[in-house]
């Protein structure tokens, strides 16, 4: 026997497999390191934000929520209640003008365009998601809010005026309304793909057999499909909500950034996200500060809810395609 | 083919006339959804191009922003001190985001029991819905604050937005990279890390290039986690990444504001250069994503 098969063989083989490497060691320890910071970035977040913020919690407390104010008697009373009102409306009416648009193109795509069709139409609407929402709102503010003053708005006004929404004519560019449709831009997109790719994981064997049973296209959609991946729907409906409650820029582009709670669309308002944006250029005091960090932790609570229960569905839908 | 009598009449009775009235109401519902989707892209592209064309010239991309009291010929100005501040805030967060995020995806990949794998994905799924604005908010406090704004902070803000993507497209990559190869090299006696290395790495350069190629096409288009980072620049070319610098989002964002109709066509101009940017590098993340799947997949 020579020395080397000895070497492989041997006591020595078993030996050298549980040596040392200080290579490897360092390869865990670096890439360990690195894989821990999403997590440490998310409790340094949560810290440092809750920190700046905690002034402005001590002095007003969860009434916070449920005061109407930004700066009022000199620069000593802030609230979030009006921004509250812009983001729910704003976000829940572009969610509601998504969801049905949302959906039917990703039927289009997945079960009723030809493969030519599909390979041209799915990438442009990835690009609509790729546009920056500062070139959106900056046509939002140039070509859309113009469009919703001058056509849009007083139609609207004229033939729905007795919905308390449309219940006044707007005045100028900047409105809701125009905020709620450069939402819907936004989402739509990101609505779709994951849409998209859910309905093209319903096993097709189910869908043969609706078929065979003589169900039409849209029945087997409702009957098969969409009970199929319902959770998955609810995952994308959450991104799609999160997506619209956290964007800044296009929103306070459009929106006209005014405190006030107005039933019509067509009046000015502000959400929590374009509140942080429009005060850029600096706060005066130091409570101002802790009062406009307190709205991004309004939104950091909002936003952790929301991904960690759609991840969580996300995840559950999945690990059941594996199962299968 | 006999006693067919039922059928026939199933198909004419006046339920199934419904029922496929429905059905095709549904159809061209969706058909219409999605030409909606292709309009809405086609007028907000095609506005952007039509009235930043006229914007685009040499002085454009060479000149900085002018100061124009009102009276004479105006003089002529450009962005080329946001194009030069957007390189650098960019080029630095992509030098913090990939390592990061190629370390995280081997981590992830390779070495990480399942579990604990699976935990830190959902933490890095989770810091990936956290609005920019927010992520903006974040770096103002924690660095900002009492120091001032700098290009470097930006590019912190931004980083913390691209690892994620980088992370999940390299790892998308690592999974197809066939055991086979790790066992070939592991066999050959090379260590772990050598194997990871210098094996499966370089398998995974097209994902790793596709994720940075993405994350920088969205990045380069954010503007909310400049606000608070890099907002109050000098109008004037700044190499200093010590010091706040001027970018094209936030250039659009102020002049956007303004009324003067010339800085809103050089507005649109730079939203042209922005979404030209990003289209190029869809396009090349694509292709890139395309070969290295193939590649892998398909054995060559």
């Known amino acids: 026997m020579s020395v080397a098969q000895e070497r492989a063989t041997g006591p020595a083989a078993l030996q050298r497999r549980g040596r040392f490497r200080p290579g490897d060691a360092i390869l865990y320890v670096v890439a360990c390191a690195a894989a821990l910071t999403g997590v440490v970035l998310l409790a340094l977040i949560t810290r440092e934000v809750l920190t700046e913020a905690w002034p402005a919690m001590q002095k ?59 390979r041209v139409v799915a990438p442009l609407i990835e690009l609509l998601a790729a546009i920056p929402s500062v070139v ?25 005026g007795w919905l308390p929404i449309f219940s006044t004519e707007p005045t100028v560019g900047s409105n809701m309304f125009a905020a709620i449709l450069i939402l819907t831009v936004m989402i739509i997109p990101i609505v779709s793909s994951i849409c998209r790719e859910l309905f093209a994981s319903v096993p097709q064997e189910l869908k043969d057999g609706a078929l065979a049973l003589g169900a039409t296209r849209w029945e087997v959609v409702r009957g098969v499909v969409f009970p199929y991946a319902r959770a998955g729907i609810a995952a994308a ?83 059941r395609h594996q199962i299968r | 083919m006999s006693a067919q009598a039922p059928t026939a009449d199933l198909f004419r009775s006046e339920r199934m006339r419904r029922r496929r009235i429905v059905n095709w109401i549904v159809e061209g519902a969706a058909t219409v959804a999605a030409l909606l989707a292709v309009a809405v892209l086609v007028i907000v592209v095609g506005s952007v191009v039509s009235r930043g064309w006229g914007a685009l ?125 790790r066992e070939a090299s592991l066999a050959l006696g090379a260590a772990k890390w050598r194997t990871t290395l210098s094996v499966v790495l370089p398998q995974a350069v097209g994902g790793i290039v596709t994720g940075a190629t993405l994350a920088t096409a969205r990045a380069a288009g954010e503007t909310a986690p400049l606000l608070f980072t890099s907002a109050l620049y000098s109008d004037s070319i700044s190499y200093d990444p010590r010091q706040p610098v001027a970018s094209i989002p936030m250039f659009i964002f102020t002049s956007a504001e303004q009324a003067d109709p010339v800085l809103h066509q050089q507005a649109w101009g730079a939203a042209a250069v922005l979404i030209g940017i990003i289209l190029i590098a869809s396009l090349i993340a694509r292709w890139f994503a395309d070969r290295s799947v193939r590649r892998l997949k398909g054995e060559r």
């Open chain 1, 136 to 160: 959106l709102g900056l046509w939002g503010i140039l070509v859309l809010g113009p469009f919703v003053t001058g056509t849009l708005g007083p139609g609207l006004h004229g033939t729905l």
């Open chain 1, 237 to 319: 409906l959450i991104l799609g909500l999160g997506r619209a409650v956290g964007e800044a820029i296009a929103v306070t582009q459009v929106i006209g950034s005014r405190v006030a709670i107005n039933s019509s669309l067509f009046e000015q308002g502000d959400t929590l996200a374009s509140r942080i944006a429009g005060q850029y250029q600096g706060a005066d005091t130091a409570l101002q500060i802790a009062s406009l960090v307190y709205l991004a932790v309004i939104l950091l609570v909002f936003s952790l809810i929301a991904n960690l229960a759609a991840q969580l569905i996300v995840r559950r839908v999945a690990g």
């Open chain 2, 57 to 181: 010239n040499l002085d454009f991309f060479t000149k900085t922003p002018a100061l124009y009291s009102g009276f004479g010929p105006r003089p002529a100005s450009g962005i080329a001190n946001a194009i030069i501040g957007t390189l650098i805030i960019i080029g630095i967060a992509l030098l913090m985001a990939l390592p990061v995020g190629i370390l995280t995806a081997i981590y992830l990949n390779e070495l990480a029991p399942r579990r604990l794998a699976g935990v830190l994905t959902l933490a890095f799924d989770v810091l990936n819905g956290i609005p920019a604005i927010v992520l903006g908010i974040f770096v103002f406090v924690f660095v900002v604050v009492g120091h001032g704004q700098a290009a470097w902070k930006a590019s912190f803000a931004l980083a913390i937005l691209m690892v994620p993507m980088i992370a999940r497209s390299t790892q998308e990559v690592l999974a197809l990279v066939p055991v086979s190869m």
């Open chain 1, 60 to 118: 007003f407390g969860l009434g916070f929520l449920t005061t109407q104010a930004w700066g009022d008697h000199h620069n000593t009373l802030f609230g979030a209640k009006s921004f509250i009102y812009g983001t729910v409306v704003t976000s829940f009416g572009a969610l509601l003008i998504a969801t049905p648009i949302s959906l039917a193109i990703a039927l289009f795509l997945s079960e009723l365009a030809p493969r030519w069709i599909r």
